[in-house]
T-cell receptor, first 115, second 114 residues
Framework: AQSVTQPDIHITVSEGASLELRCNYS??????LFWYVQSPGQGLQLLLK??????LVQGIKGFEAEFKRSQSSFNLRKPSVHWSDAAEYFC?????????????FGAGTRLAVHP | NAGVTQTPKFRILKIGQSMTLQCTQD?????MYWYRQDPGMGLKLIYY???????DKGEVPNGYNVSRSTTEDFPLRLELAAPSQTSVYFC?????????????FGPGTRLTVL
């Protein structure tokens, strides 16, 4: 069965430090992969997505993610975190199942940023 | 272009009451979805629709109903509200033309059942 694992429930970093959020997926075919961000009290905003081509994907707000098929991973990175990046981050895999394309979400990683 | 809009933003219900959560999208998307988000659980799909007049169950449909009479609207109905339905509800939509099925989310409705 398809699944997404985000091993870190909470992460705290200092402003200006680098960031890596982990995501591992289980899917039998080439996946479509997404990272969404949810600021407090807000809906989900797409940061970036991968569905083919270059395995290093650039997104909004200075984020990037790298698809590694051999490790079934799609980790999110940012070289220098800003206080406004404090939010919850969700990794998702797109899967065709039951006759439709669906998104399977990980449980999320909550990021706190210290000044 | 407002994207996906949801009303209300917040609601408190008593056990056994019913209500409808509204969702509208103005992107002419074929697909629409309802999710619930519980702490530490990510998002779980309640119902989805692939077009007007067509709906189907997701992972957690019990206690909910939907309808899709137009492309734009996809209301979610709670009958006989229970404390277990306390959650944040998100509506989303996507285009049939998008192979990757990127979904666009509304701002959510926070529901408390007491």
């Amino acid at each position: 069965a398809q699944s997404v694992t985000q091993p870190d429930i909470h992460i705290t970093v200092s402003e200006g430090a680098s960031l890596e959020l982990r995501c591992n997926y289980s899917y039998g075919a080439t996946p479509y992969l997404f990272w969404y961000v949810q600021s407090p009290g807000q809906g989900l905003q797409l940061l970036l997505k991968y569905f083919s081509g270059d395995t290093l994907v650039q997104g909004i707000k200075g984020f990037e993610a790298e698809f590694k098929r051999s490790q079934s991973s799609f980790n999110l990175r940012k070289p220098s975190v800003h206080w406004s990046d404090a939010a919850e981050y969700f990794c998702a895999v797109g899967a065709f199942s039951g006759g439709y394309n669906k998104l399977i979400f990980g449980a999320g990683t909550r990021l706190a940023v210290h000044p | 272009n407002a994207g996906v809009t949801q009303t209300p933003k917040f609601r408190i219900l008593k056990i056994g009451q019913s209500m409808t959560l509204q969702c509208t999208q103005d992107m002419n998307h074929n697909y629409m979805y309802w999710y619930r988000q519980d702490p530490g659980m990510g998002l779980k799909l309640i119902y989805y629709s692939v077009g007007a007049g067509i709906t189907d169950k997701g992972e957690v449909p019990n206690g909910y109903n939907v309808s899709r009479s137009t492309t734009e609207d996809f209301p979610l109905r709670l009958e006989l509200a229970a404390p277990s339905q306390t959650s944040v509800y998100f509506c989303a939509s996507s285009s049939i033309a998008d192979e990757a099925n990127e979904q666009f989310f509304g701002p959510g409705t926070r529901l408390t059942v007491l």
